[in-house]
């Protein structure tokens, strides 16, 4: 069986990755809200990852906000976490929602090519009310 977790094997509670790179997921009226605020690397990406996957779970078909406002630094496995967390969310009905993320989100997606592949709003806030308010 394949692991549906490809980063798994890394110390999600090393004190050392909670000063690079911090995750909070939350559940905020009808969404379920990833907040990453750091830098997103190969040492640290496995804790954005496995919020995500259970965000996405406990999402239930609803909606998944991953809030990157705060992200200073994304390399290609912060890239890879969210495409996929992306192809989770489609397996499991959900609706993923980039929010924020400003030029050190963006500009890699565009790099990679991937930037269509996903929906963005402004903020987390605007995603919770605009979803809560459909």
């Known amino acids: ?3 549906t977790n490809q980063f798994r ?9 909670s000063e690079l790179l911090s ?6 009226d009808t969404a379920v809200v990833v ?4 830098e997103i690397d190969l040492y640290t990406a496995p804790r954005l990852a496995s919020a995500l996957q ?20 994304m390399a290609s496995s912060g890239i890879s976490v969210l ?8 397996q ?22 991937l930037h269509q592949h996903f929906e963005y709003v402004p903020s987390a806030s605007d995603a919770v009310q605009h979803h809560s308010n459909v």
């Open 35 to 38: 907040t990453a605020s750091g």
């Open 23 to 28: 995750v909070r997921v939350s559940r905020e």
């Open 1 to 3: 069986m394949a692991s």
């Open 54 to 73: 259970q965000a996405i779970d406990d999402a239930h078909g609803g909606l998944v906000v991953v809030d990157l406002t705060d992200v200073t630094f």
């Open 83 to 90: 495409t996929t967390g992306l192809s989770h969310a489609q």
């Open 92 to 113: 499991r009905d959900c609706r993923i929602l980039l929010a924020g993320g400003g030029r050190p989100v963006h500009r890699p997606l565009e790099a990679a090519g």
């Open 9 to 17: 094997t890394a110390d999600l509670d090393n004190p050392e990755l």
